[in-house]
């Protein structure tokens, strides 16, 4: 994969990860639109047979200054249940 997103079109459908692609002409059809089209966020729920909860969230992009460094948050809590 480029950074370009109309050459790598076809690859998104394929991948759950999407670099950020570079969308040419951005601006044109929506002024609040990103420079880049890509994965922003993942997220991974455990839950275990006790009710043990964990999630965690990376924010791997918040705007289009591509320097910053990815922002992972984690959350652990018990769902209640009964047997």
Partial sequence: MTDDFE??????????FVPPL??????RGNPLAGKYYGTRTQTVILLDKNGELTYIE?????????????MTQRFDMKIPYEQ
């Fill in 7 to 16: 050459a790598n079109f076809h690859n998104i459908e394929k991948t759950i």
């Fill in 22 to 27: 570079l969308v040419r002409d951005y601006t």
């Fill in 58 to 70: 990376r924010n791997l992009h918040t705007s289009d200054d591509l320097t910053e460094e990815p």
